[in-house]
Each structure stands twice: as structure tokens, then as C-alpha cells.
């Protein structure tokens, strides 16, 4: 018998480590390393990870036949020449040369990287997988779609920041690439800077900031981030006068002097919020969806597509994301649970696949979102053990869902550990944190004694699919919280706690065939209540990945202010 065609896909040594597995085509995980080490971001080599999905599969690491991973470096090599021309410029001048070394650098790393890789996996062919074709391919094989545009927005692939793509049949795509925007124009880079300028982690607290927009007025800097990022006719431009050129390197500033003079100076962490401060970020956040409509509109016009794919870590802007279902533009958007580069790992792999097998199309990825570790009763019962001081009930299945539903109309905050761990950063309620949204003053709880969060940080609903216009005006489903929906007169009435203060949600639709638990809980929730909705947010803490093993989740339980954890189907109370 031909020994099974086993391609490894792999995000490692940069931000978010992640793996995924195929096995002739057939995806047996994926799984953010963060989730399993509890070290948020973590760059190290996905270990944990890779063993998981071999064991998973009944594989051992000499079995593996190819790796992808999500980084080429001789593309960063080719940045060289330009780079280098910038000292011809008075205004990149002083960055050229280290630019050109930071690259040269990278490009060296990277090699070093393949190489550690293939020592791994010895009987392995290791492939460089271009960074945005990785983030293409996530994106549309996860759509299921026979063909789309594919709209890639990030702060940095190599040279690329920005691609457009026309993509066929998603079990075994064909993608064209038809446009990209290099470096240094990057809306990925200029959201970060902006994002750090404010006091918040690049990289990580992004949300934070489009968050902190809708309380803050726009007009009072939206010509100046009309200068700093003005549109093109192939897509836009940043302005290096006020966000100067990129150098990989640490130590260089992000903003220029001319833009802290024309914002305010850099908030410190924990400094108090000013309204400046809320009308930058809602200048910057205004920008990024006209940006981002603009490039819709370019992919609109480069294939001629009724259908959008979106991927890259500006993907998971949800308000830009709203923007353009909104604007009419395409019949249907699609953004796949780990739009970021977590996600590339299962690009890399399919990308290689379809590469070296024409004979097995790719399978279980549409619509997949539950695709890490689960947990059995042995596993439960060695994590409760290191936590004499708690209680774990073992509850009837055939309950579960109305006692849940019955201790959250009750007002409690309840964290959810259940099945397989979600793939992405959005919690979709295997994951997650839950709460009745008609109790009162339930967002500033939430966010003072559960997440440990700042005050003006929004909460997300999850809704039935069925019942989700009544509330929600999006006109599609939205299975991965990853858009933002206008808010009906319902919604701001019946649950005005999952309504942010610019009029949206960030909802998370649910059919019984996507989850069957959580669809039956939001049921047995309507019926006591009326409303089919509950707010849901990750199983963590601020600063903390999202608990992906029961003893994380214990620790979420014990060291903030959840009233309980169902932890798959014991009921666990300090």
C-alpha cells in the first residue's frame, strides 16, 4: 500500500506559532501553540503542536513527507536594491541602509529557520511558501467557494503588505495573483504604530484601539491620516514624512516627530485615556475602512468576483469588515476563523499539497473552526486533582445545555471548556466566557472582575442563526465573529450591552449543524427569556491566550471572578 501523502504546515519563530496537518488532503488540525503553553504570541517551534496533530493522526515526525512553511526568504533579498535607492530620498535617507540590513538579515534567519526544520523532519521535503499566497489559500479553501476574490491586507509578507487574487474551486485551488502593494506602504504597519503610539502592544491590543474609535470623533485628525494614507488608482500610499519606512530591526520609531507634534505625545500603559487620544483612534479607524473599501473595490474590479475572501491580520478589523458587506459591493464576504498568521500554517500546508498531489482533493476545511485538542475524563480528572480547593460535578448530558441556560438567566458569568479548541482569535463557544446580556451593568462586570480589561471594551453577542435579523442587520451569517453588524431597534432595546457606542456588534451566528451544544443552550436561553442571545468572550483573562487545556481553564476559573466553569461535563465552582 503507498504510504499516505502527510504535509505539515507550519507559522513558527515569528509571532502566533501554529500547525496544521494534512493527510492526503484531509485536514486533521490545526492548533495556535499559545493554546497549549499558555505564553500568549509565543514564537517558539509549535512542539507541542506538531505532537499533538501526529498523535492525532497515528504518525510519527519521520513519517512526515513535507513541510510548508510560511516565510520565503529570498523575497525579502529581493527588497535590497529599493531599499538602498531610498537614500536618494531626503526624507528615507537616514533609514536606507539599515532597512537594506534588516532584510538581508531576515532572509538569512529564515534560512537558518528552514534548515532547523528540516532537521526536524528528516525524510521531508521542506518548502518556503510565499507569506501571502499562505494567507490566500487559508482564506479560500476555508470558504468551501468555486470561486472568489481573494483580498490579503497585513503589515508584512516578505515585501508584499497588501495582494488581490482570483481564486477557483477550493478543494484544489487555483489562485492568480492580479495585484500587490509592497512595503513600506502597509496598513498593517501604520495601525500598529498608531496602536503603540497610544499606549497599547503592536501586534496584540490592535483591537483596543478599534474599540477605543467609536468614542472618539474622527474629523479632528482625518486630514491628516488623509495625507498620511492617501488612496492610489492601484491601491494606496504611506506617507514616510509621518509614518517613516520600516527597518527589521528594534530600536527604530514608528512615528515621526512631525506626527507626534501633529497628534499629542506617546500615552504611556496605564496613563489616563483623553480625548485626544479616542479622536486619534477614530481618525485612524475611519481611514482603515476607507482604505480597506477602496481595495474591495480594486479586487471588484481586477476579477470581476460576486464573492470576497478577506485574510491578513487587518482582516480581523471586523468594523472595516462590516463596512464593505455593508457598501453592497460583493453578494457575500467570507473571513476564515484565523485570518492572521496563526492561519498561514494551514495556508503553507495546502499550498504544498496542492503542489505534490493532484490525486487527493482538500477536505474538511470549509466552514472548520473547532479544529484543536479535546479532552477526556482522565485528562479532566488529573487537572482537577491539582485543585483540591474546587468542586466538579459531572452533569447529564441530556441537561447540560438547559442548566446552563438556567444559571445564566440567573446572572451568572460562566466559562465554557467544551470539545475541540477553535482555530482563530474569536472565541466561538467551546472557548468562551458567557453571560446573560439583560443583566444590569454586565459589561463593566465583566470587564472589571472576569477579564481585567479597560471599561470601554465592547462584548460580543452570539445568536442563533435563525433569529439573528431580529437584532442584527448584516444580511449574512457570520459564523466566526469576525464582523461587525449594524445593531436593529431591537437589539438596542432588548440588549443594549452587546451594542458598542458606534451602533454594532460583533456577532457570532450559530446553526445547530456548526454547534449543536451551543445552538441548544441559546434555545433553552430564548425560552426562559425571550432573547436568543448571549454575550460570549474568550476563556481568559487580559494578557492571557485563550484557555485551550482544562488546567488553563482552572486557572482562568481560580484567579478571576467567573461564578463557575463547565468544563466538558463537570460543573466546577470555587
Known amino acids: 500500500m503507498k504510504p499516505p501523502n502527510v504535509v505539515l ?30 505564553r500568549k504570541h509565543t514564537k517558539e517551534f509549535p512542539q507541542r503542536a506538531v505532537e499533538w496533530l501526529l498523535g492525532e493522526a497515528g504518525l510519527t515526525a519521520g513519517e512526515v513527507t513535507a513541510v510548508g512553511y510560511n516565510f520565503r526568504p529570498g523575497d525579502y533579498l529581493a527588497e535590497l536594491p529599493r531599499a538602498l535607492a531610498m537614500a536618494a ?3 528615507r535617507r537616514s533609514r536606507a541602509v539599515a532597512r537594506a540590513a534588516g532584510f538581508a538579515k531576515v532572509a538569512a534567519r529564515t534560512r537558518h529557520r528552514l534548515r532547523e526544520i ?23 479553501t476555508a470558504s468551501g467557494w468555486s470561486e472568489a476574490a481573494v483580498l490579503v491586507v497585513d503589515s508584512l509578507g516578505e515585501r508584499q503588505t497588501t495582494t488581490i487574487a482570483h481564486a477557483r474551486n477550493a478543494e484544489q485551488p487555483r489562485l492568480r495573483q492580479v495585484q500587490a502593494v509592497d512595503d513600506p506602504a502597509s496598513l498593517g504597519y501604520v495601525y500598529g504604530a498608531v496602536t503603540e503610539h497610544l499606549g497599547w502592544r503592536r501586534g496584540d491590543e490592535e483591537g483596543t ?46 512615528t515621526s516627530p512631525a506626527f507626534r507634534q501633529a497628534t499629542c505625545t506617546p500615552r504611556r500603559d496605564r496613563e489616563p485615556i483623553e480625548q485626544v487620544h479616542q479622536d486619534l483612534a477614530a481618525a485612524l479607524q475611519e481611514r482603515t475602512e476607507q482604505v480597506m473599501l477602496h481595495l474591495a473595490q480594486r479586487a471588484k474590479e481586477l476579477t470581476g468576483s460576486r464573492r470576497l475572501c478577506l485574510g491578513g491580520g487587518v482582516a480581523t478589523n471586523c468594523v472595516a469588515v462590516g463596512r464593505i458587506i455593508d457598501s453592497g459591493l460583493f453578494e457575500e464576504v467570507f473571513v476564515p476563523p484565523a485570518p492572521g498568521d496563526a492561519g498561514t ?34 485528562d479532566i480528572d488529573q487537572a482537577l486533582a491539582v485543585h483540591p480547593m474546587l468542586t466538579g460535578k459531572p452533569l447529564e448530558e441530556g441537561d447540560l445545555a438547559r442548566f446552563l441556560a438556567e444559571r445564566l438567566a440567573s446572572g451568572m458569568v460562566v466559562g465554557v471548556f467544551r470539545g475541540r479548541v477553535e482555530a482563530g482569535p474569536r472565541a466561538l463557544g467551546n472557548r ?14 465583566l470587564n472589571t472582575v472576569v477579564k481585567f480589561r479597560e471599561p470601554f471594551r465592547p ?11 431580529e437584532f442584527f442587520a448584516l444580511g449574512q451569517q457570520a459564523p466566526f465573529m469576525s464582523m461587525a453588524a449594524r445593531a436593529t431597534v431591537a437589539a ?8 458598542h457606542a458606534n451602533g454594532t456588534a460583533r456577532l457570532q451566528t450559530v446553526t445547530a449543524d456548526q454547534n449543536p451544544f451551543i445552538h441548544a443552550l441559546l434555545e433553552a436561553f430564548a425560552e426562559i427569556t425571550g432573547v436568543p442571545v448571549l454575550i460570549n468572550t474568550s476563556l481568559n483573562i487580559k494578557g492571557k491566550p485563550m484557555c485551550g487545556t482544562p488546567q488553563m481553564a482552572l486557572h482562568c476559573l481560580t484567579e478571576s471572578g467567573l461564578d463557575a466553569l463547565l468544563l466538558e461535563d463537570r460543573w466546577v465552582i470555587r
Open 9 to 38: 504546515g507550519l507559522c513558527s519563530f515569528t509571532h502566533d506559532s501554529s500547525a496544521a496537518l494534512l493527510v492526503d488532503g484531509h485536514l486533521v488540525g490545526f492548533v495556535e501553540e499559545e493554546r497549549l503553553v499558555e
Open 89 to 91: 530620498d531626503p526624507v
Open 118 to 140: 528540516g532537521q526536524r523532519f528528516p525524510a521531508a521535503r521542506v518548502v518556503a511558501v510565499k507569506h501571502h499566497r499562505a494567507h490566500q489559500l487559508a482564506a479560500f
Open 209 to 254: 484601539v478599534m474599540a477605543l474609535a467609536a468614542l472618539g470623533d474622527p474629523a479632528r485628525f482625518r486630514s491628516l491620516f488623509a495625507q498620511a494614507v492617501p488612496l492610489t488608482d492601484t491601491g494606496f500610499a504611506v506617507d514616510p514624512a509621518l509614518f517613516p519606512v520600516r527597518v527589521l530591526t528594534s530600536g527604530w520609531a514608528r
Open 345 to 378: 500554517a494551514l495556508g503553507a500546508a495546502a499550498a504544498v499539497h496542492t503542489r505534490v498531489d493532484t490525486a487527493h482533493p482538500l477536505t474538511g476545511i470549509r466552514g472548520a473552526c473547532y479544529l484543536g485538542p479535546s479532552y477526556g475524563e482522565k
Open 432 to 445: 468562551s466566557i458567557l453571560a446573560s446580556p439583560l443583566l444590569p451593568n454586565v459589561v463593566e462586570r
Open 459 to 469: 462584548f460580543a453577542p452570539m445568536v442563533t442563526a435563525e433569529r439573528a435579523e
Open 492 to 499: 438596542r432595546t432588548v440588549v443594549p450591552a452587546v451594542v
